[in-house]
DNA sequence: CAATACGTACTAATTAATTAGTATGTTTGA
DNA sequence: TCAAACATACTAATTAATTAGTACGTATTG
């Protein structure tokens, strides 16, 4: 048997990042998205959905031919804990220097950083 | 062949932080030091370090009766490139979102923050 | 020096990840 | 209606990742 919540592996987070961009979607569907992208074949979406099912990312409900699939969390929850497990594997759990690295990247700019700032102040007050 | 800088996988990240940790070591060093943690077996780590040989990341000299390995680059560099990656993989190389994920984790504090500020300061003015 | 520990090369087993083919049944438009 | 398109289930091939075993040689030490 398969884990709760297995991780998701690469090319399991591009079929769902589009089925998180289309809401919800047939196999076809993503894969006339992916096809704009590169090559791949109808049956190997099939095939990563139905796993992406069985690991409990998608659910899948009779539609009026195919079968429809939708994300069973939001992106941003699934992102979160992506993020969670990097900082962990990579800097053993403490994102301060997952900053400085970003920092150093020149990725972040200090407008960045209020912004940053800013949402802090706002979390703190709804806690 | 093996493409010239190979992505590291969860295994060999772990080999290569020793290594980093201990600036050279034999395969027998590695092996105890990982030991402390889990069991695994002798030969697995020299497989792994071969192979991180093979992809760029270990070098290896003979020394006095084992060889003995060291990185190829420093540690802070091939993490850059990880974060560089990841980045690119899931937010589709957007820092921003990263953050935002960071913060709603409450990883990150206002000090940090601040620390963040400083460091970007002086590489500004470095530049 | 002989037994034991150590080191390396070579090979291999297992599992996961990725990609796709085939068989078969359903729908639909010319 | 019937051929083409579509859908799914089932199976499978390929590659990568992970872990480890075996054979064999060298070093060390009691």
Redesign the pocket.
């Known amino acids: 048997m398969?884990p709760a919540k297995?991780?998701l592996?690469?090319?399991?987070l591009?079929i769902m990042k589009v089925v998180w961009k289309l809401e919800k979607a047939?196999?076809?569907q993503v894969?006339e998205t992916l096809l704009e992208r590169?090559?791949?074949?109808?049956?190997?979406v099939?095939?990563?959905m139905?796993?992406l099912e069985q690991k409990g990312y998608l659910q899948?409900q009779?539609?009026?031919?195919?079968?429809?699939y939708q994300p069973t969390q939001p992106q941003s929850q699934v992102i979160r804990s992506m993020v969670r497990e990097f900082v962990d594997r990579v800097f053993n759990g403490s994102a301060e220097p997952l900053l400085a690295h970003l920092v150093e990247d020149r990725h972040l700019t200090e407008k960045d950083l209020d912004e940053i700032r800013k949402s802090i102040k706002s979390a703190r007050k709804s806690r």
Not at 9 to 12: A, S
Not at 39 to 44: F, H, V, W
Not at 62 to 68: C, L, N, P, T
């Open positions: 398969r297995p991780t592996t690469g090319q399991e591009e047939t196999v076809r894969y590169r090559r791949i074949a109808y049956t190997t099939m095939t990563m139905n796993i899948k009779q539609g009026d031919r195919a079968y429809v």
